[in-house]
C-alpha cells in the first residue's frame, strides 16, 4: 500500500472510507483501465467466520446484473486484504457523487417528474435483486447511491449489494465508532500503562459532519436491524420509504412527522400511501414488490384524455379555419380565448403537429442549450402553460377599494385609529431574484467529424503514442472567453463561488476586481481572456452559456488545424509573430492570425482548461479505444493545453500536455468552450 500498488491494480487516490473499509480509485496495470476498489478492514480478513460468509455469498453478488447495479468484476486478495473490484461510475463531470452530495449541491429539491424518475430506477433494482437474485442489500442509504451520467436527467447506481450481511451487525457498529474516533484525533493514549482520553481538542467543524454522516446512516436503518433482529428484504423496503420521504421534505422520518402531501402540497402523487406502506415499523406488512406500489400512487396524476379534434371544433363558435389559423399562428405571445372555448392544451398540440409539420433541422449547428438559473434564483412556473383563461367577471380580479364610509365623521376616524389593536407585521426575508443577465457568446467554428491523428513520439513520455483516433463532429469556440463575458456571468452569479462551494474564480490572481460589491474590469483588459479560473469556474460558465468544455481530444484536433505531421499549429516552428509567448502579459484575443479553421490564439497567451482527468499513460489506452475518448474516468488532476504568455516555445506544441488539480487557480489559467453539433 505505501507503494500504492495492490495486486494488479495502482492506486490513484482514496475516494471514501466507510465501516466496510476504504474505497479507492485504482488503474489496472496491464489493460490501463479505472476501477474501484472496496478494500476490507484487515481485522475482518483475519476472522474465519467473516471468510466463510464472504466466500459463500460474493458469488452472488458477482451475478447481481442490472443497469442501476454498480457491476463487481471479481474479488481478489493481496498483501492480506481481500478487496471487490467493482466499476467507476462517475457523473457528467467527471466527479465520483451520491446522491446526498448531489441533493446538498442542488438550490430547490427535485421537480416530481426528477423524484418519480430516480424512485422508479431505485425500485426496479431493488425488485430485481430481491427476486430474481435473492439478495437484499440491508444497507441502502444516500451514500451508496451513485450519480451516473448514462441516460438523460438523472441516472442513478446502487452500490454495495450484501456487503452489510457478510460484515456481522456487531463489527460494523465497532468499525463505525472506531472511525469516528480516528477522524476526530480522540482515539484513547497510553499513559503510565493505563488509557486516557486523548488531550487533543476536538474540532467543532468535523465533528459536526461525522455527526451528520452517523445519524444519516441510522436513519436508513429498519426497526429490526437496531434491535438486531433478523433482516430480510423488508429492510430495503423501509429505506426506500425514508429515502423517497427525504427527497420530498429534505427531512428524515423521527416519530411522529409530518406527511409528504403537507410539506410539499405542490406534488400530486400519492407519496403518503407510499411513505405509510414502507415505513410500517412490522416488517410484514410492508411491501415486498415496490415498483408495483409506486405506480399505484399515479392515479391521483392520471388526466382525462384529450377529447377528440372533431368535438373540439364542433363546440367552437368559430368556424374551422379560424381555429385553424390561431393554432398555428406563427407569434411568441400565447393563444387567448374564452372560458367557453377553452381548448385542451393536448388537443392544441396534436392539432399544430397535425397541420405544422416542424421544418427539417440545419445540418452541424452547435447545440446550445442555456442553464438560466443562477445561485440565487428562485422556483419559476412551467413553461407548459400555453393558454391564457381572459376572466369575463372582473369584480372577481380586484379587490375592493379600502376606504372609510363617506358618512363617517373625522371623530370617529381618529378615535378609530387611536383605539385600534396593535398589529404585528411578520418578518419575511427579502427572496433575491434571479438576475437576467444575458451571455455575451462567442463565434464558434464547426469541425466535421472523421480520423485524425493525435500524440507524439518525439515528446514527453505522456504524449506517446503518436496514433490515430475518430472523433465525432463538434464546434469550438474561436477564442479564448474574455473579461467581458466572464463579468456578466460573475454578476448572474452574484459571487465567485459555485453552489458546491468550490471557487470559479480568484479575483486577485485576474484582471477583475470587486468594490462594494461592483465588479470591474481593469482598463484596457476587457478584451484579454480572463485568467485565474479553475477548473470548476470554468465547467459553471459553459453550462451558463449552453455549452461545455472540450474534451482533449477535441482541443488538440482544433489545435492542429488540420495539420498532421507537424511539431506546432504553425508548421515546424513558431515565431513570436504567431502567438504570445515568453512575454510579460496576455494580449487581446484574436491578436495573431487564426489557424486553418479559422480558430485564433489555440496556442500561447493562456492554458485552457480540458474536460478530461489527467492520465499519464492515458494514450495508450486511447490507442486500443480510439473512438471519441473521453480521459480516465477518474483522476487528481484535470487537462490543461496551449501553452500560455509565460511559456517557452517547447510549450506549444500541438502534443503538449499539462494538469493540475481542479480548484488551482493561476494567472495563466484560461479556457474556451465547446458544444456537440445536431
Request: aromatic fraction near 8%; charge should be negative.
Amino acid at each position: 500500500m505505501q507503494e500504492q500498488i495492490l495486486g494488479d491494480y495502482r492506486i490513484v487516490k482514496q475516494i471514501g472510507e466507510g465501516a466496510l473499509g476504504v474505497v479507492l480509485l485504482a488503474e489496472h496495470r496491464f489493460i490501463k483501465k479505472h476501477y474501484v476498489l472496496k478494500v476490507l478492514p484487515k481485522e475482518l480478513c483475519q476472522d474465519r467466520g467473516f471468510i466463510e460468509r464472504f466466500e459463500e455469498e460474493v458469488a452472488k453478488l458477482a451475478h447481481l446484473d442490472h443497469p442501476h447495479i454498480v457491476k463487481i468484476h471479481n474479488v481478489s486478495f493481496a498483501e492480506g486484504f481481500y478487496f471487490l473490484v467493482s466499476d467507476c461510475v462517475v457523473d457528467s463531470i467527471g466527479e465520483t457523487t451520491n446522491l446526498a452530495q448531489y441533493m446538498s449541491g442542488r438550490k430547490e429539491r427535485l421537480r416530481e417528474d426528477e423524484l418519480m424518475s430516480v424512485m422508479r430506477q431505485i425500485a426496479d433494482t431493488l425488485d430485481y435483486a430481491h427476486t430474481k437474485g435473492q439478495v437484499a442489500h440491508r444497507a441502502l442509504k444516500l451514500n451508496n447511491i451513485l450519480i451516473g451520467k448514462g441516460n438523460p436527467g438523472i441516472d442513478v447506481f446502487i452500490s454495495d449489494f450484501g456487503l452489510a450481511k457478510i460484515t456481522s451487525p456487531g463489527k460494523i457498529i465497532c468499525r463505525t465508532f472506531l472511525t469516528v474516533a480516528e477522524a476526530l484525533q480522540a482515539l484513547p493514549v497510553d499513559v503510565g500503562n493505563k488509557e486516557r482520553y486523548s488531550p487533543l481538542p476536538i474540532d467543532a467543524e468535523k465533528l459536526s459532519k461525522l455527526s451528520q454522516s452517523f445519524l444519516q446512516g441510522y436513519a436508513f436503518l429498519a426497526p429490526e436491524q437496531k434491535r438486531f433482529e433478523q433482516v430480510g428484504m423488508q429492510a430495503d423496503s423501509y429505506a426506500f420509504g425514508v429515502i423517497a420521504y427525504y427527497l420530498i421534505t429534505g427531512q428524515f422520518p423521527e416519530g411522529s412527522f409530518e406527511k409528504p402531501s403537507k410539506l410539499a402540497p405542490d406534488y400530486h402523487h400519492n407519496w403518503d400511501q407510499l411513505v405509510e406502506s414502507c415505513l410500517q415499523p412490522d416488517p410484514t406488512r410492508r411491501p415486498s414488490q415496490l415498483l408495483p406500489l409506486l405506480e399505484q400512487g399515479r392515479v391521483m396524476t392520471a388526466t382525462p384524455s384529450p377529447r377528440p379534434l372533431t368535438e373540439v371544433v364542433k363546440e367552437s363558435p368559430a368556424p374551422l379555419e379560424q381555429l385553424k389559423a390561431t393554432l398555428i399562428e406563427e407569434t411568441p405571445q400565447p393563444v387567448k380565448i374564452e372560458e367557453e372555448q377553452l381548448v385542451s392544451v393536448g388537443v392544441a398540440e396534436q392539432f399544430v403537429e397535425a397541420v405544422a409539420p416542424p421544418p427539417p433541422k440545419p445540418l452541424l449547428t452547435p447545440v446550445i442549450n442555456r442553464v438560466l438559473e443562477s445561485a440565487t434564483a428562485s422556483i419559476t412556473p412551467s413553461p407548459k402553460e400555453a393558454v391564457v383563461v381572459e376572466s369575463k367577471d372582473l369584480s372577481e380580479a380586484t379587490p375592493p377599494a379600502m376606504t372609510p364610509p363617506k358618512d363617517e365623521s373625522y371623530s370617529q376616524q381618529l378615535n378609530s385609529m387611536l383605539h385600534r389593536d396593535p398589529v404585528v407585521t411578520e418578518y419575511h426575508p427579502a427572496i433575491k431574484e434571479s438576475k437576467n443577465i444575458e451571455p455575451l457568446q462567442t463565434e464558434m467554428v464547426v469541425i466535421q467529424g472523421g480520423e485524425f491523428l493525435r500524440g507524439s513520439n518525439q515528446g514527453s513520455r505522456d504524449e506517446s503514442p503518436n496514433h490515430r483516433i475518430v472523433l465525432e463532429s463538434f464546434a469550438i469556440d474561436i477564442h479564448p472567453v474574455s473579461n467581458e463575458q466572464f463579468t456578466r456571468f460573475l454578476e448572474f452569479m452574484g459571487g465567485e463561488k459555485d453552489q458546491n462551494y468550490n471557487d470559479l474564480i480568484r479575483l486577485k490572481d485576474s484582471r477583475l476586481n470587486r468594490s462594494g460589491g461592483r465588479l470591474s474590469i481593469e482598463s484596457g483588459y476587457a478584451k484579454h481572456p480572463v485568467v485565474g479560473v479553475t477548473w470548476y469556474g470554468a465547467v459553471a460558465y459553459a453550462k451558463w452559456v449552453g455549452k461545455r468544455l472540450p474534451i482533449e481530444a477535441e482541443w488538440e484536433i482544433a489545435a492542429r488545424g488540420g495539420l498532421e505531421n507537424t511539431l506546432y499549429p504553425t508548421g515546424e516552428t513558431v515565431e513570436k509573430s504567431q502567438a504570445n509567448f515568453f512575454s510579460s502579459d496576455t494580449t487581446k484575443v484574436m491578436s495573431y492570425a487564426p489557424n486553418p479553421y479559422g480558430i485564433y490564439d489555440m496556442v500561447g497567451n493562456v492554458y485552457e482548461w480540458c474536460q478530461d482527468w489527467y492520465g499519464y499513460n492515458y494514450y495508450e489506452v486511447s490507442e486500443q479505444e480510439p473512438h471519441n475518448p473521453t480521459g480516465p474516468l477518474q483522476g487528481v488532476y484535470r487537462v490543461l493545453r496551449g501553452g500560455c504568455w509565460k511559456s517557452l516555445k517547447e510549450d506549444l506544441r500541438s502534443a503538449h500536455r499539462h494538469r493540475n488539480n481542479p480548484g488551482t487557480v493561476n494567472s495563466t489559467y484560461g479556457f474556451r468552450c465547446a458544444a456537440h453539433v445536431q
